[in-house]
Structure formats: structure tokens, C-alpha cells
């Protein structure tokens, strides 16, 4: 994965990684690999598409950043806007986590 969109969603994978519980940033790592690629299309596909049906108790709109940046791993042209929208969301995140904390420290 070359090139500033490469980059970008290499920093996003890691920003997201340093977010999420270990169990879910290793099986991020796993399905980063070249060789995940034939789980990790289907996946990304299956997460988008069940962001659709946000409105039903289990399924959720959150499924669709984690669809599209699994998706964005083998699709050049979706790597820098996929990239960049996660690291807009993790960084929102963590101003979220802090302003919570503060409120109840």
C-alpha cells in the first residue's frame, strides 16, 4: 500500500488500534495482512451493508466506517478519504472520552 492515501490509512489502523480493546485491535492486525484479503472483502462488504439496517436493535450505523475502512485496504482511490474520516472520528472519540471523564472525575 503506497502513496499518501497508503499512509493515511495506515494511520488511521493505528489510531483506531490504540482505541479499541486488545481482543479487536489483534483480529484489526489480522485482517491487515495481504492474506486476509479474501475474508476481509466479504466482511467489509457484509459490515456496509448491515449499516443500512440501522434502525433494527442489533445493528448500527457504526458498522459502516469499520466496513469501508476494511473495504478501503484494497481499493486505492478509498484509502485517503476513508483514512482521513477515521482519524477525524477516533480524534473525536478521545474528545468525547475526556470531556465524559471529566464530568464524573
Avoid: C, N
Avoid at 79 to 102: D, T, Y
Amino acid at each position: 500500500m503506497g502513496g499518501d492515501g497508503g499512509r493515511t490509512l495506515e494511520r488511521a489502523y493505528e489510531d483506531l488500534e490504540h482505541e479499541v480493546p486488545g481482543p479487536v485491535a489483534r483480529a484489526l492486525r489480522w485482517l491487515r495482512h495481504p492474506s486476509s484479503r479474501w475474508i476481509r472483502i466479504p466482511l467489509g462488504a457484509l459490515l456496509i451493508l448491515s449499516s443500512a439496517l440501522w434502525f433494527l436493535p442489533v445493528l448500527g450505523i457504526e458498522f459502516l466506517p469499520v466496513g469501508l475502512l476494511l473495504i478501503a485496504q484494497d481499493i486505492p482511490f478509498l484509502r485517503k478519504p476513508v483514512g482521513l474520516a477515521v482519524i477525524w472520528l477516533v480524534r473525536k472519540w478521545i474528545a468525547f472520552k475526556r470531556w465524559w471523564q471529566s464530568k464524573w472525575i
